[in-house]
Each structure stands twice: as C-alpha cells, then as structure tokens.
C-alpha cells in the first residue's frame, strides 16, 4: 500500500524474446511459483503464471480519487484458482497463431515489432485466438472475466495502482503529461512499449496491468456491478450489447484510467490501437 518511491520491488530481466535471462545483473526473484510455458507453433514460449484461489473486494472505494459510479458497487468476490499470460498476446505471439499482424505499432525504435503488443484486436479477434490456441494445444484458452483480471491486477492490494498510491511513466506506459495524487509528470511516449520493457511485476509475476494496451475481458459491458455474478465468472447476460470489457488503461490514457478498479467498454467488433488482451486457462 505504500508508494513506489518508499517500496523495494522485485525485478526479472527479460530478454527480446520475452526469455528469462539465466544470469540477470539483479536478483531474480519473481517466477519462482511453477510457471506454465506451451510452445506457439514452436515459435515464442506463453509464459501462463499460476493465479491462487481467493477472496477480494471488487471495485473502488467512495473515497477514490477519480473514481466512478461504474466501479461499484464494491462486493466481495470468490475466484477459484487459474493460470494467466505474464504478459498481454505479443505480435509474435498473435501472428504464429493467426497467420496475420493487425496491429499499427508494428516497429519499436528501428527493431521489428514482434515484442509489442498485439493491438489493433477486436473482442472477436481476441476469442478467435483463443479458440486456435486452444485447438493447436489441446488446452483450453480464453480471455479472463472481468472480475478474474482484477483480482489478478490487484494480487491483494487494496490501493488504486499494484504500485501503491501514485504512477508515474518510469514503471508504466500511459499519458505522462497528466498527473494522480502526487505523482509527477512524465514522458507520452504517445505509442506501445515492449512487453518486457519496464521489468516491474505485481505480487502475482504479472507485468503490464497497468498502461499499454486496454485488455479485453470475456464479459459484456454492464453500467455497474448490480447483479454481478460473486464466483468470479464472467457477465454474459446482455446478449444483444455489441461492447465489452477492457481493463487496465493504455499508452493514451491519463493515470487515472489505468487504475485496478477502472472499466470502460469498446465496440467488439472495432479495432482500436490501444486494445490488446491477455489469455488465462
């Protein structure tokens, strides 16, 4: 719960191919649960981390700064035991599956874009991955529910960022020219950043939840948590919305959009340029 600047956070080096570096200059300390890999038509390893059983509070407290009536009402939540991507589906990743690169940031300062985000993914997109993923495996794949990929963000903080109170650009990737609470303005990079680019994980070995790209969830968009399911599964029962969840902020949104608890809805069927997602089983 304390600010990043007065907390020591474990680090991993990773290299260009979202690799763990055997011999990194700083100590290893996250990964060291059992960490499922599952080879991509033997192109890039998905790196699933193990998410444990159990219990949070779901939503933002009334005291929030920035928050919105959207983000309740809080309720706690039950979320059995899953396996979750490290990291959001990667170009590589997407193109090894699919057979295509959709995305608009497609070169990272001269390099190929292979270690960015895959972005420019609808809803649609993103659950036909899965089910070729799944196919190709023989394990089941999808996207999380919306209430799984704040559980796994927070990994039991109860603060607007898994950082603590503030965000600030040299550990997240959004719109530094606007501030939170006391953070100071920072760089817009005004594009994606490499999946392994910050090297910052949350207490679950998750990188990237907060900034990038908005993350697509399984669930349909509903205004607040009225009615919500309380075990952790998605909310599907508005069949005829054409939107749904996306969680986490981007590279264009202010700070406060990248808190645990904000939500937001996009067209599934629309391909926007700070929408990726990541995959659980």
Not at 184 to 197: A, D, F, I, N
Request: with cysteine; charged share 25%; aromatic share 14%.
């Amino acid at each position: 719960g304390k600010p990043l600047k007065n907390r020591k956070l474990k680090t991993v080096e990773i290299d260009a191919e979202g690799q763990i570096i055997a011999e990194p200059p700083i100590n290893i300390a996250y990964f060291d649960e059992p960490v499922l890999s599952q080879a991509l038509r033997q192109v890039l390893p998905l790196r699933m981390v193990k998410i444990p059983a159990g219990e949070f509070l779901m939503g933002s407290p009334s005291t929030e700064s920035d928050r919105e009536e959207q983000e309740g009402p809080q309720r706690s939540i039950q979320v059995p035991s899953f396996y979750m991507g490290a990291f959001v589906i990667t170009q590589r990743q997407y193109e090894s599956v699919m057979g295509n690169n959709p995305s608009y940031f497609t070169d990272d300062q001269g390099k190929d874009g292979a270690n960015l985000p895959a972005e420019q993914i609808t809803w649609q997109d993103a659950e036909a991955f899965c089910q070729q993923l799944s196919e190709l495996t023989g394990r089941t794949y999808r996207l999380p529910s919306e209430a799984e990929w704040e559980y796994a963000c927070r990994a039991g903080t109860t603060t607007p960022f898994y950082f603590g109170e503030v965000i600030e650009t040299d550990i997240a990737n959004y719109n530094g020219r606007f501030t939170y609470g006391d953070s100071l303005k920072g760089t817009y990079r005004e594009r994606t950043t490499p999946v392994s680019h910050f090297k910052f994980a949350n207490a679950f070995d998750l990188c990237d939840m907060h900034g990038n790209v908005f993350e697509w969830c399984q669930d349909d968009w509903h205004n607040t948590y009225k009615g919500a399911p309380v075990d952790g599964s998605a909310w599907m029962k508005n069949a005829l919305s054409r939107y749904r969840v996306l969680r986490g902020g981007s590279w264009f949104s202010p700070p406060e959009v990248c808190r645990s608890a904000f939500r937001t809805s996009f067209d599934l069927n629309k391909y926007y340029s700070n929408a990726g997602f990541r995959v659980v089983c």
